[in-house]
């Protein structure tokens, strides 16, 4: 089967009658596009609660998060105190690899989120958790995203790949496969660890913008290390509200865009089924295993129960 030509994404393309788009009600200040004509003004309270998790963040990353991410962080200053400016930030980032942020009220229409993404424009929430949402909250924020996300655009391989997932969403889309890619996103933008000399490092936001999965991530007997293949990460299953019973392991962004940027998805779409094949906590035969998990922090309950995160 061979594919439509690539929508013109200049503008943002009509995903089309056939493709369903979540109806989320969009707030009447924005427009199409869902961004916020400027972004907000945070007052001292909320820069501190960036501060605070930063500092926290801190703690836990050096040896852990992959050095292509601590190296944005220090690029971008984004420790310098506060809420960055995203303006000034797109302006660093915009010289270094031609992203930019864009501010938006909240989780935005799929379709919305991969035109952006086409155009090198990472969408970023506008609001800041409370004090009492520190160690957990449901829909990203700032923190998450600017922290967790941004740093990584300074990495051309990596700016690369964002921008070509982009366009691959709307392919998925016509495929009615966004379920499968989406899980690539997961395991891959969320929670992806990479090898570095040999050592693992985690490079997803998911991991790097919370302090209790960048150490179960890396260092935890629960979770299964899997090294990463394609097709059997869009066929797996996942959960977002706990950390992860499996994470995927890349070599580095070049063998990551290869795999996936390089290569035409159309034969995978025809071949995938609609639904998931494997339970997000399976090894299967064909897995490069470099750690085979124990499962027990899981097997004890999870989030919500007594179970330690190990
Ligand atoms: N190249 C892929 C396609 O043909 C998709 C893809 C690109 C997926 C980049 C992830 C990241 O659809
Ligand atoms: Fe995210």
Redesign the pocket.
């Known amino acids: 089967m061979s594919s439509p030509t690539a929508p013109d994404f200049t503008r943002l393309p009509d995903p089309g009658p056939e493709v369903f788009t979540a109806p989320l009600r969009r707030p009447s200040h924005v427009g199409e596009d869902w961004l916020e004509p400027a972004q907000r003004r945070y007052t001292a309270a909320e820069d501190a609660v960036w501060d605070a998790l930063f500092a926290r963040q801190m703690e836990v990353l050096p040896g852990r998060a992959a050095t292509a991410f601590l190296g944005g962080l220090d690029r971008l200053d984004l420790g310098r105190g506060g809420v960055p400016d995203f303006a000034a930030l797109s302006e660093n980032l915009g010289a270094l690899t031609g992203w930019s942020v864009v501010a938006v009220p909240m989780l935005i229409p799929d379709h919305v989120f991969f035109w952006h993404l086409a155009n090198r424009r990472f969408p970023a929430g506008n609001f800041i958790r409370t004090r009492d949402q520190f160690d957990y909250i449901e829909e990203p924020d700032v923190f998450h995203d600017v922290f967790g996300h941004v740093p990584l655009l300074t990495d051309p391989v990596y700016a690369d790949?964002m921008q070509?997932?982009g366009r691959?969403g709307w392919?998925?889309m016509r495929h009615n496969r966004l379920k499968a890619?989406g899980a690539?996103y997961w395991y891959t933008v969320e929670f992806g660890l990479m090898l570095e000399q040999g050592a693992i490092r985690a490079y997803g936001a998911g991991i790097l913008s919370g302090p209790a999965e960048a150490v179960f991530a890396i260092e935890g007997q629960s979770p299964n290390r899997v090294m990463l293949d394609v097709e059997r990460v869009m066929r797996t299953d996942y959960v977002i509200d706990d950390l992860q019973p499996t994470y995927f392991v890349i070599d580095s962004f070049a063998d990551l865009y290869r795999r996936?940027?390089m290569?035409?998805?159309?034969a995978l779409y025809a071949a995938l089924g609609p639904g998931f094949t494997y339970a997000n906590t399976a090894v299967l035969p064909t897995d490069r295993v470099l750690h085979h998990g124990t499962q027990e922090y899981f097997l004890r309950g999870g989030r919500g129960s007594a179970a330690a995160a190990v």
């Open positions: 790949y070509a997932y691959a392919k998925a890619l690539l996936t940027a290569r035409d998805f159309d």
